[in-house]
């Protein structure tokens, strides 16, 4: 699949971890972690209860009400006053790519610094800047991840996927299926537009209910020819 983002976007940046670096870097997205299962004070979400990893992350009562509050934020506009309410670590990370095989979700909380005091469930990972392709044109991502990922153009929806790419925890929102990545399928964005001038506002969210998580976010200009996999996808 062409169009692998070793530098997210037009951009390039040094990082320390694969979900980003701690060191401040001016050209990469800034990503803010939170826990679901708990408020600021560490409190636990009476929502959710005092949810604890069971192995059934995927069809548990907590894992519904943690994938409504998501569906909230992302078709909301990204408001994070929506997430004041949940847990915030205090380290913030920078990155210039979203390319993360399977790990266990244990990465999350340990590359934010907060695996001390959040247990590798329900967390949320959002990550926004803006971005300037470096020539006009029509442009789509193509993205996967376990458990889902969202992104959006200017406060716009392009693309809400979950790793079983049903509505049953999340309204879907893309284009088609391209090819596998990890234990998921890749999907094709909704297409958006840059006059290679103007800047862009980008958010992607990443968030893993628990057990397995990767993501991957690459993408693809109109018009021009990628080389292809061995299933004779772009």
């Avoid at 695996?115 to 006009?136: C, N, R, S």
């Avoid at 991502?141 to 790419?165: M, P, R, T, Y």
């Avoid at 890749?186 to 958006?192: A, D």
Wanted: a positive charge; charged letters at 25%.
């Amino acid at each position: 699949l062409g169009g692998v983002l070793s530098a997210l976007l037009w951009m390039a940046a040094a990082r320390a971890d694969e979900l980003g670096d701690s060191k401040i870097h001016r050209e990469a997205l800034i990503g803010i972690f939170y826990d679901f299962k708990q408020d600021q004070q560490r409190r636990p979400n009476p929502d959710i209860g005092a949810y604890r990893a069971t192995g059934n992350y995927t069809h548990s009562r907590a894992a519904e009400l943690y994938y409504a509050q998501i569906e909230k934020f992302i078709y909301g506009g990204y408001d994070e006053g929506m997430l004041n309410r949940y847990f915030r670590a205090s380290r913030a990370l920078y990155t210039t790519q979203i390319f993360i095989p399977n790990r266990p979700a244990s990465s999350g909380p340990k590359a934010f610094g907060v695996e001390k005091f959040v247990e590798p469930t329900l967390w949320l990972a959002h990550y926004k800047g803006q971005v300037i392709p470096p020539v006009p044109g029509v442009y789509e991502f193509v993205a996967s991840a376990d458990g889902c990922i969202a992104i959006a153009v200017n406060g716009e929806n392009v693309l809400v996927k979950h790793l079983q790419d049903n509505d049953r925890y999340l309204k879907q929102l893309g284009g088609s299926r391209a090819g596998k990545a990890a234990n998921g399928t890749l999907r094709h964005s909704l297409p958006f537009k840059s006059d290679g001038k103007t800047p862009l506002d980008l958010d992607i969210l990443l968030a893993e209910a628990g057990g397995v998580f990767n993501a991957f976010v690459l993408y693809r200009r109109k018009g021009e020819t990628y080389a292809r996999n061995a299933d004779g996808q772009e």
